[in-house]
């Protein structure tokens, strides 16, 4: 299957702080990514959905300015936690679908363990 | 809206024993695509198994098999000859439409599975 690389795989950080994560598709361009968001113990929730060179289109209840989604290429999204806090400490996961893979499967990234402290 | 609902937060499954996992779900999308996806503690999304709503034959996939009724709108996981490498979280998904081609996918709560022995 195609393969999508998430970076970093787990962060540490303070209060107040910005962090950045990265979905990357490998061996494919990725025309759409999705953002998910991971409480312990909880499924996974979609947070947006982000097109190659458009804006990302948010769930309800999501705070776009507090995340913020890039989706500048066809092989990189990023997801960034302005002023994070604890509440935000969670497991982020992208997924990404493109051009010249199969539609019966969305291809994950690894996951981000986000810690806010 | 889609719905996606799994009964079973968590159960037990003696070695090289077979497992049902329960999936009932809503929607109103005449043709939609059901998935199954693995999460050990890692966090990693493993896919398992795809169902087209058209599909006439139940999909099966190595150990996994997919009992699709549609009627009673189901889509359970059926896994046989259970291995300790099988414990882990299982969620079912959907999607709107076949395939996940740019399409979000919905997930149920999850079964966690602990292969015992």
């Known amino acids: 299957g195609a393969v999508v690389s998430q970076h970093p795989s787990w962060v540490i950080c303070k209060s107040g702080t910005s962090v950045k994560i990265e979905c990357r598709s490998l061996?494919?361009?990725?025309?759409?990514m999705f953002w998910y968001r991971q409480f312990p113990k909880q499924s996974l929730m979609l947070m947006a959905t982000?097109?190659?060179?458009?804006?990302?289109?948010?769930e309800q209840g999501v705070e776009k300015d507090k995340f913020l989604i890039n989706h500048a290429s066809l092989t990189l999204s990023t997801l960034t936690v302005t002023s994070a806090h604890p509440e935000d400490s969670s497991f982020y996961i992208c997924?990404?679908?493109?051009?010249?893979?199969?539609?019966?499967?969305?291809?994950f990234g690894q996951g981000t363990r986000l810690t806010v402290v | 809206a889609q719905k996606i609902t799994q009964t079973q937060p968590g159960m037990f499954v003696q070695e090289k024993e077979a497992v049902t996992l329960d999936c009932t779900y809503d929607t109103s999308d005449p043709s939609y695509g059901l998935f199954w996806y693995k999460q050990p503690s890692s966090g990693e999304m493993i896919f398992l198994i795809y169902q087209g709503s058209y599909d006439q034959q139940n999909a099966t996939e190595g150990r996994y098999s997919l009992n699709f009724q549609k009627a009673r709108k189901s889509a359970n996981l059926v896994i046989s000859a259970s291995q300790l490498g099988d414990s882990a979280m299982y969620f079912c998904?959907?999607?709107?439409?076949?395939?996940?081609?740019?399409?979000?996918?919905?997930f149920g709560g999850g079964t966690r599975v602990l292969v015992k022995p």
């Open positions: 061996d494919f361009q990725a025309t759409t």
């Open positions: 998904a959907m999607t709107p439409g076949p395939g996940a081609a740019g399409n979000k996918l919905t």
């Open positions: 997924s990404a679908r493109g051009t010249g893979v199969a539609n019966t499967e969305a291809f």
């Open positions: 982000s097109n190659e060179g458009s804006k990302a289109t948010y």
